[in-house]
């Protein structure tokens, strides 16, 4: 436990449906730790008219029995659909607002950056809001003062800074919270998806700020719907399910996973037109890299096996194989006509050369189909999942497809400046060459 730095146990909160709960403002909270520390963060004791929450429609629990522990310097990862109860959890953590049963425990200081303006008082400059949050989070002016050029500098909000946050655009107050957050050196840093505010210049910066942060060894909890962001900073996800941890561990397979859900199929497939004749039984990776048969973890050639069971002879069979991502949008397909099969076990077995998707979950369907009838056709499970370390745009929207290595050289007309780019945790690192260096270096794939 000594490496624990956010321990939570039984965690749970319950609303009131149709009631807006006050966010408290930081003199708000500061005043009430002065005067009642212990109460500030502790459980709060459930209403009597509903102790347990059961039979009582006005109330909805929005966060109920969530435990896990976070140790010092990582970085994980909060996803779930909307309404799933993530951002409920940041603002318990985070002491915006207090839990209806069980506790939390954080040791360190901590940096937020949850809805826009959180935090912030809008009555005062942005200078001010820096000192403010800076004094909460237990800077000494001195070192508030060490950081303000380069918090302003990053917040692009320099012209503006002794301006009432209130006349801030959403964008400006966001850029400002972030920085603080950021640079103010917390030992924790809870970030909720507020990214999407800004513009894709100012969320790569704030990644790459994190990616910076989470490298000096401090702990980062991070919220997102976006599973490339998710994928590049953090080492391992907790997946929120109404309400209730639904599962948690490794970052590849838990957003393999969520993604796979999504998609509708789960654990149990479709299958159509099933005959007497035949119907395929299984399929699994040859030599998977992952952990399980259905995990595919390399930019090399991939080896998929289908078993096919015949129970009467077929002749002059069309068998077809295609392959959907969680969205079913059709990415390859292939069929194969004129086979003729006696009654036995079959193994189907293709081998490709590679498979450079991006990182996600996707479904095999396979079918047979003589010249009368379909024989069989298999939504096949589980569903694939591709856990290779994502080499594509940091937005899911931009990403596409593919996950295809590459590197990037701008050579000017007069071969005098070289700019070669590649990538380091899926962030751009950019260095300007001569022609003499670039005579003795060498283009090579960039490490992910």
């Known amino acids: 436990m000594s490496d624990v730095v956010i321990h939570v146990d039984n965690l749970g909160k319950r609303y009131r449906i149709g009631e807006r709960e006050r966010y408290l403002a930081l003199r708000d909270v500061l005043t009430r730790a002065i005067k009642a520390p212990a109460r500030l963060f502790g459980p709060a004791k459930p209403s009597s008219s509903n102790g347990n929450g059961s039979g009582d429609h006005s109330h909805i629990w929005a966060l109920k029995d969530v435990s896990f522990d976070i140790l010092q310097g990582e970085v994980v990862g909060i996803i779930g659909r909307n309404g799933a109860g993530k951002s409920t959890l940041l603002k318990i953590l985070a002491r915006v607002t207090k839990p209806t049963s069980g506790h939390a425990e954080i040791l360190g200081r901590m940096g937020t950056l949850l809805e826009v303006g959180t935090g912030f008082h809008p009555e005062l400059s942005g200078r001010e809001n820096v000192f403010l949050s800076g004094a909460i989070l237990g800077m000494s002016k001195d070192e508030i003062r060490r950081k303000f050029d380069e918090i302003v500098d990053f917040a692009e909000v320099e012209k503006f800074i002794d301006t009432p946050l209130k006349h801030y655009s959403s964008g400006m107050q966001m850029r400002l919270a972030f920085a603080v957050a950021a640079h103010l050196e917390p030992e924790i840093l809870l970030v909720d998806e507020v990214l999407s505010v800004g513009d894709v210049e100012f969320q790569k910066k704030c990644m790459g700020k994190m990616g910076d942060v989470a490298k000096t060894g401090r702990t980062i909890l991070f919220v997102s719907h976006q599973m ?221």
């Open 228 to 448: 490339n962001q998710i994928r590049r900073l953090c080492d391992r996800v907790i997946w929120i399910d109404a309400s209730q941890v639904r599962e948690h561990g490794s970052t590849a397979e838990i957003t393999a996973r969520y993604e796979s859900a999504g998609s509708g199929l789960g654990l149990t497939g479709r299958r159509g037109s099933q005959g007497t004749k035949a119907h395929f039984q299984s399929w699994e990776i040859v030599d998977s890299r992952g952990k399980g048969s259905n995990v595919f973890n390399s930019f090399g050639q991939l080896v998929l096996k289908f078993t096919v069971v015949v129970d009467l002879p077929i002749w002059k069979v069309h068998h077809g194989i295609v392959l959907y991502d969680s969205d079913r949008r059709l990415l390859w397909g292939n069929g194969f006509d004129g086979l003729d099969l006696q009654a036995g076990t079959y193994q189907f077995v293709y081998k490709l050369p590679t498979l450079p998707l991006r990182p996600g979950s996707y479904n095999w369907y396979v079918t047979l189909l003589d010249e009368h009838d379909w024989i069989d056709r298999w939504e096949c499970v589980p569903d694939l999942q591709i856990t290779t370390k994502p080499v594509t745009h940091r937005l899911d929207e931009w990403a596409g497809f593919l996950n295809i290595p590459c590197t990037f050289s701008a050579i000017a007309d007069d071969a005098v400046n070289v700019c070669e780019t590649g990538q380091i945790n899926g962030l751009p690192k950019v260095e300007k060459l001569t022609m003499t260096q670039l005579s003795k270096s060498r283009t090579t794939p960039f490490a992910s």
